[in-house]
Antibody
């Protein structure tokens, strides 16, 4: 059974940093592109970033470029998102999602981890 | 990249059909038949319902269908059921290896 379990969320002050993790199981992690998608409270989904299976290709939404860094460790079946210079509008549930297809679609999602940016 | 435009809400009675639109630009929806649709129940993770415009993943009911005309993609749900009540999001490839979601549509089954 495919499972994606996020962790690392919490309360952080504006300007602070946080590192999110996503532990994958039930599939060959090293062969799939992975993504982060976030959802502010009561708001819609927002694509954050993607990373190819071997980390050769990395992309970010414009509003996250320079502040967020996606990475993965295929040996540990783990996906990461480093969040820096956090702002109040980064408050959201962050989901990791497995991508399939030449144009990615997300067939499995984690349950999400909540990041709250507040003083 | 601006979010795709969806109606904030739609509603329908059990057994009826509804359509949710998703309007983008010639740089995203209009250039590629690569829109996907996700269903999200409250407090749950999204679920893939349609991909590449009109394809259904295994296990998704054939009551769900997708189409596209110009810069607008559409999700149609026929034979509405109470369990279809949820939020629906479209998502499009933008051509610069990035993705953009729509603002979401709340479906109410009356």
């Amino acid at each position: 059974e495919v499972q994606l379990v996020e962790s690392g969320g919490g309360l952080v002050k504006p300007g602070g940093s946080l590192r999110l993790s996503c532990a994958a199981s039930g599939f060959t992690f090293s062969t799939y592109s992975m993504n982060w998608v976030r959802q502010a409270p009561g708001k819609g989904l927002e694509w954050v970033s993607s990373i190819s299976s071997s980390s050769n290709y990395i992309y970010y939404a414009d509003s996250m470029k320079g502040r967020f860094t996606i990475s993965r460790d295929n040996a540990k079946n783990s996906l990461f998102l480093q969040l820096n210079s956090l702002r109040a509008d980064d408050t959201a549930v962050y989901y990791c999602a497995r991508a399939i297809g030449l144009v990615p679609r997300f067939d499995y999602w984690g349950q999400g981890t909540l990041v709250t940016v507040s003083s | 990249q601006s979010a795709l435009t969806q109606p904030a809400s739609v509603s329908g009675s059990p057994g009826q059909s509804i359509t949710i639109s998703c309007t983008g630009t010639s740089s995203d929806v209009g250039s590629y038949n690569l829109v996907s649709w996700y269903q999200q129940h409250p407090g749950k993770a999204p679920k893939l319902m349609i991909y590449e415009g009109s394809k259904r993943p295994s296990g998704v009911s054939n009551r769900f269908s997708g189409s596209k005309s110009g810069n607008t993609a559409s999700l149609t749900i026929s034979g509405l059921q109470a369990e279809d009540e949820a939020d629906y999001y479209c998502c499009s490839y933008t051509g610069s290896s990035t993705l953009v979601f729509g603002g979401g549509t709340k479906l109410t089954v009356l």
